[in-house]
Antibody, heavy 123, light 107 residues
Framework: EVQLVESGGGLVQPGRSLRLSCAAS????????MHWVRQAPGKGLEWVSG????????GYADSVKGRFTISRDNAKNSLYLQMNSLRAEDTALYYCAKDSTPLIAAAAYFDYWGQGTLVTVSS | EIVLTQSPDFQSVTPKEKVTITCRAS??????LHWYQQKPDQSPKLLIKYASQSISGVPSRFSGSGSGTDFTLTINSLEAEDAATYYCHQSSSLPWAFGQGTKVEIK
């Protein structure tokens, strides 16, 4: 059974940093690209970032480019999101999502999602 | 950047009725369009991939159609458990994008 378990969320002041983690199990982690998708309270889904199976290809939404860094550790079956210079508008539930292919620009889809970790940016 | 626009934003439907949700892309995306269902306090769940391909375990009353810029999700004979928000998603080019969502309420 595929499981994606996010952690690392919490309350943080504007301008500070936070690192999210996603522990994956139930599939061969280094065969697939992975993504972060967020959902602000009461709002829709927003793709944040994606990383290919070997970290060779990475993409970001314009809203987080230059502030967020995605990474993965295939030996630990883990995905990460380093979030710097956080803003109030980054407040959201952050989901880890599995890609259906190894690449991030392969016209694929999200076949599994975690339960999310909540990030609240407020003073 | 490709923008997806869904309609309607909200729909109130009686059980056994047919529901149709549309998703329009700002430029052609071929068949790189997928549909997800999100029930309250749950993670999104994949319903349809590549515009019209069914997903194992998803009830057959859910179907998709379309290509290029215009896509449709159809729910035949709506059931109470289908109350949810439905999102389309394009993966034709980065940045990947979602529609704003369509909330389906059961009357």
């Amino acid at each position: 059974e595929v499981q994606l378990v996010e952690s690392g969320g919490g309350l943080v002041q504007p301008g500070r940093s936070l690192r999210l983690s996603c522990a994956a199990s139930g599939f061969t982690f280094d065969d697939y690209a992975m993504h972060w998708v967020r959902q602000a309270p009461g709002k829709g889904l927003e793709w944040v970032s994606g990383i290919s199976w070997n970290s060779g290809s990475i993409g970001y939404a314009d809203s987080v480019k230059g502030r967020f860094t995605i990474s993965r550790d295939n030996a630990k079956n883990s995905l990460y999101l380093q979030m710097n210079s956080l803003r109030a508008e980054d407040t959201a539930l952050y989901y880890c999502a599995k890609d259906s292919t190894p690449l991030i620009a392969a016209a694929a889809y999200f076949d599994y999602w975690g339960q999310g970790t909540l990030v609240t940016v407020s003073s | 950047e490709i923008v997806l626009t869904q309609s309607p934003d909200f729909q109130s439907v009686t059980p056994k009725e047919k529901v149709t949700i549309t998703c329009r892309a700002s430029q052609s995306i071929g068949s790189s369009l997928h549909w997800y269902q999100q029930k309250p306090d749950q993670s999104p769940k994949l319903l349809i991939k590549y515009a019209s391909q069914s997903i194992s375990g998803v009830p057959s009353r859910f179907s998709g159609s379309g290509s290029g810029t215009d896509f449709t999700l159809t729910i035949n004979s709506l059931e109470a458990e289908d109350a949810a928000t439905y999102y389309c998603h394009q993966s034709s080019s980065l940045p990947w994008a979602f529609g704003q969502g369509t909330k389906v309420e059961i009357k």
